[in-house]
């Protein structure tokens, strides 16, 4: 049998590979960790709302039962801010940075979805929380603002998500390789499970919604059309495969290999997904395990951002196809 690792375990063994680490680091992550268990506690439960009670309505304990979306954000802004790591948050859900509980010694900023592909929650499909961290720009932090939060992806300390499916499964980077942990809940840890997560230089699946056909430019179009055609060399056609969870899709093409694409459209022209909350962090562990993350154009991580919920059009996955996609995007096919 394998030994067994505990995430905390495996946070202080990779502190010990970096003497200059304070540890704070492996605070913070350990934080993120523990909020994700109250997360889970709930999603899991998700179908019992019509009997304990819809959202909007009085459960029967007299308590106010919020959206599952809602009630994430306020755990992991409540459970990972009253240590005062933190010196400022951005979440989806809140419109501007948010102040933690606890904030005065804090070093480094926190960016989240809490819980992204909600509206998959009433229909028993996977959902994820995707968590992006920075070092403030300065050494105060009661002088820390939105500057701190706008940092280009390639600043970021630490990213990682949450998957709460079958199983559920916590993925991070610091920037050293990635790693992925299966929640036990019999014993109620996070347990090392793969370690060193590597994503094939080619995939065999491709996920983007083709029912926004119609709104596609001919660009990728052209793209998709090469992905149906019959090439047993570059092992097409690649299988559709889309979740409508970027979590869930993001997940099985970096385990399997393969490409997400949600590109520009002729009526979204920067796309769906928010660059801070959800492209940059996904885009870090990409990167780490070996695979590229672009707007189409451009490495995600290198765009300056100019605001918190700024939309960016996202090719994501093993390292070829989503060069591939970029050919086609810059007409080069
Ligand atoms: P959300 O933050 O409102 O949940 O939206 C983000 C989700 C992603 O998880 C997913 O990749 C995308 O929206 C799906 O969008 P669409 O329904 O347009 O395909
Ligand atoms: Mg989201």
Redesign the pocket.
Same mark, same amino acid.
């Given at each position: 049998m394998k030994k067994l690792i505990t995430i905390e375990r495996h946070f202080a063994e990779e502190q010990k590979l970096h003497p200059q680490a304070t540890g704070e680091l492996t605070d913070l992550l350990y934080d993120v960790a523990f909020a994700a268990k109250l997360v889970r506690r709930e999603v899991v439960r998700a179908g019992l709302a019509d009997i304990l009670g819809m959202a909007g309505t009085t459960n029967v304990q007299g308590e106010e039962v919020k959206k599952l979306d809602l009630f994430a954000n306020e755990k992991i802004i409540n459970a990972i801010g009253q240590h005062g790591r933190f010196a400022l948050m951005g979440s *989806?859900e809140n419109e501007g940075t948010i102040i933690p509980p606890k904030n005065e010694n804090g070093r480094y900023v926190l960016l989240f979805?809490p @819980?992204? &592909?909600? =509206?998959n929650i009433d229909v028993n499909v996977s959902v994820g929380t995707i968590f992006s961290i920075y070092r403030l720009t300065g050494d105060d932090p009661r002088k820390a603002d939105i500057k701190d939060c706008l940092q280009k992806g390639s600043e970021q300390v630490a990213a990682g998500y949450v998957i709460y499916g079958s199983s559920v499964m916590m993925v991070y980077t610091t920037g050293h390789g990635v790693h992925g942990f299966t929640y036990d809940p019999t014993i109620g840890e996070f347990l090392l499970s793969h370690e060193n997560i590597t994503i094939p230089a080619r995939g065999k699946y491709y996920s983007i919604?083709e &029912? =926004?056909r119609k709104q596609l430019h001919d660009s990728t179009l052209a793209f998709i059309g090469w992905l149906k055609e019959e090439d047993a060399e570059t092992g097409r056609p690649y299988s559709t495969r !889309?979740i &409508? =969870? @970027?979590?869930a899709?993001f997940h099985r093409n970096l385990l399997t290999g393969g490409v997400?694409v !949600?590109p520009a459209t002729k009526t979204h022209r920067n796309g769906? @997904?928010?660059l801070m909350y *959800?492209a940059n962090p996904l885009a870090f562990i990409c990167e780490q395990a070996g695979g590229r993350a672009t707007d189409g154009k451009q490495r995600i991580l290198d765009i300056d951002p100019s605001e918190l919920h700024q939309r960016t059009p996202l090719y994501i996955g093993s390292r070829d196809d989503v060069m591939t996609a970029e050919a086609f995007e810059q007409g080069e096919r």
């Open positions: *989806e979805d @819980l992204d &592909g909600s =509206s919604n &029912g =926004s !889309y &409508g =969870s @970027l979590v899709d997400f !949600y769906k @997904l928010r *959800e």
